[in-house]
């Protein structure tokens, strides 16, 4: 894969900094682990053999907040099933508290981008955007925008069967 770089125009200046791919879809996902808000670590690569919703979250977006509880009710229902759900903060370091207030409501593990060990993801996208990967290890998924029981069922249900 070939490293790209932008351009970034400063007054005065032209910076190149590198740019940060975008998971690709049908490949291995790629690194993410961490420790969530509980204190429980956490590696993707260790939860293969599961299907994995990672959910990038902000307190701030009326989206996240539409979907926060179909995702807890989602996670409920297929967790025997074998989901696991994985909700990402990307709101400030100062705001982490209404992060963890909100997910800890919902019953959903989560931790902030910012306190990643190792994020392959990258740390912004549009929230809610969210990747599943397949029992595999496989990103099969990306979603972007509120995620309603029906979109589930459509998208990750058929991973999960």
């Known amino acids: 894969m070939q490293r790209r770089e932008f351009l970034l125009a400063v007054p005065g200046l032209l910076v190149a900094t590198p740019a940060r ?34 959910n990038y979250y902000s307190s701030y977006c009326k989206f996240c ?13 297929y967790l025997a ?3 696991e759900v994985i909700v990402l903060g990307v709101d ?11 997910t800890g409501i919902y019953n959903l593990r989560a931790t902030m981008v910012h306190e990643l060990e190792s994020n392959g ?4 996208y549009p929230t809610p955007t969210a990747f599943v990967m397949d029992r595999g290890g496989v ?3 990306r ?7 029906r979109r589930f069922s459509e998208e990750v249900v058929p991973l999960l069967n």
């Open 139 to 141: 990103l099969r998924v």
């Open 92 to 102: 400030s370091p100062e705001d982490c508290h209404r992060v963890e207030r909100m």
């Open 143 to 149: 979603i972007v925008g509120a995620k309603t029981p």
């Open 121 to 124: 993801f990258g740390r912004r």
């Open 21 to 54: 791919a975008v998971p690709e879809l049908d490949q291995p996902a790629p690194a993410l682990n961490g420790r969530f808000f509980n204190g429980e670590p956490f590696d993707l690569a260790a939860m293969r053999g599961n299907v994995v919703l990672v």
């Open 81 to 83: 099933k074998g989901l």
């Open 65 to 77: 907040a539409y979907e926060i509880g179909n995702l807890e009710t989602f996670q409920e229902q």
